[in-house]
């Protein structure tokens, strides 16, 4: 029942099994050894327990062979791998005949060891129990760092859809995963909002009639300098998209005399939902800004009191937020302010940006107080874009979340110096300290608040913060609402208790190309009086993108996704198109993405990797990106120096929310299996955008065992399109 595997740097390695193992217990043992042979440094077999991973999926000994021939280490030095048939391996037919060159020098073998119902590895009398790699351990250990948002800069990676990584679960919890992903649990489809008939309004649920809808972008209900922006962004006969329509004619045109507006804007990806909300909110911050001209301005001793925030998962997101935008105020003057700019982690020697830079910026003068007070001189801040944990920093203090009471205000002492020293160590200790830094944003004047990507911001893992915020703001504003914690939220008898409408004091929109049912649930008992402003194609693939299988054709997958890169270049050389194409390729796991941008650039392909660790992210800019959408012009990209020019990103979930890649991204390439249908129509959303062709390409299993999967997300995917 043992199996044993030596390894050591300069001798061969081998594997032996015992005959009568059950052939998926066989497989995994099998390949996870092979992958420990992938290792470097790694002759004590230590690291082993952190690197093994579950492989049942890939019952089959083609490919268990092809894995082990291209994990065989190339350099003599390092050893071979020696791999037998499945028929004929058995323990007698062990290479070494249990002589392993290692034990013949006195070390002892790493023992994989399968365990049986019931049975302790430390049964395993011979082996000392630190050197025991618990293979059904090693799937519970690993998790996915798929990460959305500024968690990753507080360096805590929490996964979009923590329940459902493949990669490490078992052939049962993977089909469970296909079974959540049937339609009739994931999506909540909202009743139209749009009547077809002239005088239905009143009659039926619809919110306005098809008729009634603006169809073109004017003035009114705009103020002219939207319309001209709008022009020079979009061109001159550019029409307003559906939620376009929708967003203005609700937003813009009726009466404000029901009070705070709690809007959902839910539209397909690329769909224009940027702009949707954008309009509403900037018009109506200038109109108030127009109408209160000859009030004196509000006194407040913090320097940013916006009157629009605007909240985003992820840095990347809300960078790009605030350059939309201000591409919108080319005409109409307010002031956009991204909170992200100054992601920095604050180092040694390192001010806090945000107060530095922003200070400067709007010449704010420290007062005698030692807070920050508004030079006469200065212009407000109208609307701040950032991520919730970012925006609380501002409001609360850097350093507002750390664990308190570790050691009272009064140990720091009196002297300056020490306070520094002292302060300064601290930082150095996560979770640990009192010290925060100034708080610099005022809430009392946000009168709109946009939660863009509201499935994710109202998700399990950022609710609590993205409530909080909403909390603040309403305390600020003078109205408090109750903000109950998430795991009374979560806990079953909260679903007993009759519901608790939130009723903020601003102006509240959320937006989202997709509406899990558990959003839906929160809303409902949260927010009943919710308008859900829906367009027709929610819950669908863009129709300008097309979808493309592609079966891999062996063991070596990278290689099947280069060729299909290469092959798509090849279609770009001799078609019309001036340059080559740039792919975005999406990864379920950091390490993959690390690897695949490793083969491709052995293969001459510059890529650009983008995980929640990426050495690119931090940098208080949205460079990495935008020098990848950079198109150079036709006649140097015709050379295709695919060498030193990115024109391939590789990605985790990371970047698949809201980032627009028009018209750069043709190509998505779906290389990991995902993880549920929000996931894919997020990820292949970000090509076929705004009415561009695109084509999202989805690798699989297409033929034998395995292949059932595939099938599966080929219906669901098949029913997105239609
Ligand atoms: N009315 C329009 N006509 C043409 N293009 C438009 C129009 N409105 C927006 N666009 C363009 O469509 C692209 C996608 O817009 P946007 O990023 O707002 O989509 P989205 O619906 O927010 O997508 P996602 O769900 O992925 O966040 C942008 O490049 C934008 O400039």
């Not at 019309?576 to 690897?595: A, D, H, M, P, Q």
Request: glycine fraction near 6%.
């Amino acid at each position: 029942m043992v199996f044993e595997f030596w390894m050591s740097k300069n001798v061969k390695s081998s594997v032996r099994l015992g005959k009568d193992r059950t052939t998926s217990c066989y497989q995994e043992l099998f390949i996870s050894s092979l992958m420990l042979c992938r290792i470097p440094k790694n002759p004590t077999g230590k690291a082993c327990r952190t690197e093994l991973f579950h492989t049942s999926t890939y019952l089959n000994a083609k490919f268990a062979t092809t894995l082990a021939q291209s994990l065989s280490p190339k350099s003599k030095k390092s050893g071979t791998i020696e791999v037998a048939s499945r028929a004929s391996f058995t323990r007698d037919d062990a290479p070494h005949k249990g002589m392993s060159p290692v034990v013949q020098r006195g070390r002892r073998p790493v023992v994989l060891r399968a365990r049986e119902s019931g049975q302790s590895p430390r049964n395993n009398k011979d082996v000392p129990s630190s050197r025991i790699a618990r293979v059904g351990d090693e799937r519970r250990r690993h998790t996915a760092p798929n990460v959305h948002s500024e968690a990753i800069q507080g360096s805590t990676a929490r996964p979009l859809f923590p329940s459902t990584s493949r990669d490490h679960r078992s052939d049962a919890r993977s089909n469970k995963n296909y079974e959540e992903m049937q339609d009739s649990g994931e999506f909540y489809h909202p009743p139209s909002p749009i009547s077809t008939s002239s005088s239905s309004k009143g009659k039926s649920k619809a919110l306005v009639s098809e008729r009634e809808l603006p169809t073109s972008f004017t003035s009114p209900p705009l103020l002219p300098g939207f319309v001209s922006s709008l022009k020079e962004m979009l061109g001159p006969d550019t029409k307003p998209t559906p939620i376009q329509s929708l967003s203005m004619k609700w937003l813009l045109e009726s009466d404000d005399a029901a009070g705070w507006r709690q809007v959902l804007l839910a539209a397909e990806t690329g769909s224009g939902k940027s702009i949707a909300y954008l309009l509403p909110v900037l018009q109506n911050i200038k109109l108030a800004e127009l109408l209160s001209k000859d009030q004196p301005p509000t006194s407040s001793t913090r320097p940013y009191n916006p009157r629009g925030l605007i909240l985003a998962p992820t840095h990347e997101l809300s960078r790009q937020l605030s350059g939309f935008a201000k591409s919108l105020l080319h005409e109409t003057k307010l002031r956009v302010v991204c909170a992200s700019q100054s992601n920095v982690k604050n180092t040694k020697g390192q001010k806090d940006a945000t107060s530095s830079k922003m200070a400067s910026m709007f010449q704010d003068v420290e007062g005698s107080t030692g807070e920050f007070q508004v030079s006469k001189s200065s212009h407000p801040v109208d609307l701040l874009v950032g991520t919730p944990m970012k925006v609380l920093e501002m409001v609360r203090g850097r350093g507002w979340d750390r664990r308190e009471g570790q050691e009272g205000e009064e140990d720091i002492g009196e002297n300056e110096e020490n306070q520094k020293k002292l302060r300064r160590g601290r930082d150095k200790m996560p979770g640990i300290g009192k010290w925060r830094s100034k708080p610099e944003l005022g809430l009392a004047n946000v009168e709109w608040v946009v939660v863009d990507e509201a499935d994710v911001l109202f998700d399990p893992d950022f609710q609590e913060t993205t409530r909080t915020l909403l909390a603040d703001i309403s305390e600020a504003r003078g109205a408090p609402v109750p903000l109950v914690s998430a795991s009374s939220l979560r806990s079953p008898s909260s679903t007993h208790t009759t519901p608790e409408p939130t009723n903020y004091p601003f102006n509240l929109l959320l937006t989202s190309a997709t509406i899990p049912n558990s959003l839906n649930a929160y809303l409902e008992k949260h927010h009943p009086s919710l308008v859900r402003l829906a367009s027709p194609r929610l819950h669908h693939l863009p129709k300008t993108l097309q979808t493309e299988y592609v079966s891999w054709t062996g063991g070596n997958k990278f290689a099947d996704i280069l060729r299909r890169i290469r092959r798509i270049w090849a279609e770009d050389s001799a078609g019309e198109r001036g340059s080559l194409s740039k792919v975005l390729i999406f990864c379920n796991k950091s390490t993959k993405v690390v690897e695949l941008s490793a083969y491709l650039a052995e293969q001459g392909i510059k890529s650009v990797a983008m995980t929640s660790q990426s050495e690119h992210r931090g940098r208080g800019s949205n460079k990495h990106l935008d020098g990848f959408l950079r198109t150079r012009a036709a006649h140097e990209a015709t050379t295709g120096d695919v060498k030193n020019e990115a024109h391939v990103m590789v990605t985790t979930s990371l970047l698949s929310r809201g980032l627009d890649f028009t018209p750069e991204i043709k190509h998505v390439f779906i290389v990991d299996e995902p993880r549920n249908m929000i996931d894919f129509l997020h990820r292949a959303g970000r090509s076929g955008r705004a009415g561009q062709r695109g084509k999202v390409v989805i690798f699989g299993k297409m033929k034998g065992r395995g292949s059932e999967r595939v099938r599966e997300v080929r219906k669901r995917v098949g029913a997105l399109a239609a």
